[in-house]
């Protein structure tokens, strides 16, 4: 019994240590293994066309990407060769049928309609002849006055007299309310221009303090590294550039020439001084490795400086 128990215990030990062998497997995979990215493209003629390719782990997951302006944009997801996403292939849908009555069944309806209609009709002139007739006999009924106005001419008047002294409180008391309003709305103004000026002090001695330029000198290292990783390594672009003044192409040459330590001829100008035109076409590859984000990350969250910074950001200023 107790051999069965041990031996059971060790497969499901052995079963979890290769869960956990896969799952580490993985997560290196992902994070070691870039992502790679490639496009093209050229504009000529006012029509530009451009290609994007991005796959990863030997094009088991790949994406593809075609544009070309006054068309849509068609994407493709392929796992494994195997196609799982395709905008052109969802919008296709099936064409609907519309079923046509016979002229026959048409006509039948239309004249069960017609009777339907006109009985409804009398029906309705019937209920409006009798209200008419109740509408006679209630105008009959003759009203009964009193005998006697006096009273009512005196009630009126007393009613007018409370009526104008209402108005004139009325009007006193918003008098009063809008000189009140006015003067809160002053003191209001004047809390929030103290306010605000408090929380610019704090904010300048705020960057102004060491620790504060520290994180900002770690911020700028790691979001370079990443740029410095993620750019392209390879690019070429073939221009075929020219303006109708000789002297503006003179300027971009003397331009190109001056980048050229950064660009090390891979932008290439075949320049047209008598004509204007604008045409060309662009390659580039690179790859984005996502141990750089997770390695910048780590670096960020686990910082004094930045932890200090971002607790001070949180602070409400009184």
């Not at 006055?145 to 009526?163: C, F, H, I, M, V």
């Not at 141990?291 to 686990?302: M, R, T």
């Amino acid at each position: 019994m107790v051999s069965i128990l041990l031996t059971v215990l060790k497969i499901i030990g052995i079963v979890v240590l290769v869960i956990l062998a896969l799952i580490l497997f993985v997560l290196l995979l992902v994070m070691f293994v870039p992502v790679r990215y490639r496009a093209n493209g050229s504009y000529q003629d006012g029509t530009f066309m451009t290609r994007l390719r991005v796959s990863w782990l030997l094009h088991m997951v790949s994406v593809k990407g075609d544009f070309q302006n006054g068309q849509e944009l068609h994407i493709v997801l392929k796992i494994l060769g195997i196609p799982f996403f395709d905008t052109l292939r969802n919008k296709k849908t099936k064409p609907t049928k519309t079923k046509v009555k016979p002229t026959g069944e048409i006509q039948a309806a239309s004249s069960e309609n017609d009777s339907d209609n006109e009985s409804y009709e009398d029906i309705m002139y019937d209920s409006y002849e009798k209200t008419e007739t109740d509408r006679t006999q209630d105008f009959d009924v003759t009203p009964e006055w009193p005998e006697t106005k006096k009273l009512d001419t005196a009630a009126q008047s007393g009613a007018k007299k409370r009526n104008i002294f209402q108005k004139i409180e009325e009007f006193i008391g918003k008098f009063v309310s809008f000189f009140i309003n006015i003067k809160f709305t002053f003191d209001k103004v004047c809390d929030t221009i103290v306010r605000i000026k408090n929380n610019i002090n704090y904010y300048l001695q705020l960057l102004q303090s060491d620790s504060t330029k520290q994180a900002l000198i770690v911020c700028r290292g790691q979001f370079g590294r990443i740029l410095k990783k993620v750019a392209p390594r390879k690019f070429k672009v073939n221009l075929h550039l020219g303006f109708e003044d000789p002297a503006v192409m003179g300027q971009v040459l003397a331009m190109w020439g001056m980048l050229y330590p950064l660009h090390q001829g891979r932008i290439d100008i075949q320049p047209e001084f008598d004509r204007a035109v604008m045409e060309g076409e662009f390659s580039f590859q690179g790859r984005i490795p996502v141990f750089v984000f997770v390695h910048a990350g780590c670096i960020l969250f686990f910082n004094k400086d930045i932890k200090r910074l971002i607790k001070s950001l949180r602070q409400k200023v009184v």
